[in-house]
């Protein structure tokens, strides 16, 4: 019997080295949003919206006929589905968003799948040991329309070893 302890494998984001720009990675599984979750980030942040809320001034109000899943819970979603495979325990800060956009709205029941395409790529001059990445993420729902792209620009440790 040995004694040696197992071989073990902590799930972590990527360091600085191992991102190529132009790769697109995409994050699975994907998250089906419920009227719970549209309900609770709702109201968690102060958002009185009533297209989020109040189902029959929404089912009364063209073009849609239905609450809209609130835009922020789309893209803090879209963003952390990406964590566990590109930043989960490298990521310093994010340092920015930019050009977000919400082509089609979400709603209660759809499906958002997440893809992130890194888009640039450059050392730290002020931080050694880090650098800073772009991403670009772009959230789809089951039928494959995109609602939601965002840039994201973060601070990323290199790799310590």
């Known amino acids: 019997m040995s004694t040696d302890s197992p071989r073990r494998v902590v799930q972590r984001g990527l360091w600085f080295e191992e991102f190529e720009t132009g790769v697109v990675y995409e994050h699975r599984p994907g998250r089906t949003v419920t009227e719970a979750d549209n309900v609770l980030f709702t109201t968690l942040t ?93 959230g789809r729902n089951q039928h494959g329309d995109i609602v939601a792209t965002a840039v994201r620009k973060t601070l990323v440790r290199k790799n310590p070893s």
């Open 46 to 138: 102060m958002n009185t919206q009533a297209l989020h809320l109040d189902a029959a001034f929404a089912d009364a109000l063209p073009p849609f006929h239905a609450r809209l899943v609130n835009s922020m819970f789309t893209l803090s979603t879209l963003v952390g589905l990406s964590v566990a495979q590109l930043t989960q325990g490298t990521i310093v800060a994010n340092l920015g968003f930019s050009e977000i956009a919400f082509p089609k709205p979400l709603f209660h029941g759809d499906t958002l799948y997440a893809e992130t395409v890194v888009t640039d790529l450059r050392e730290s001059k002020s931080r050694p040991g880090e650098g800073i990445v772009s991403f670009a993420h772009t």
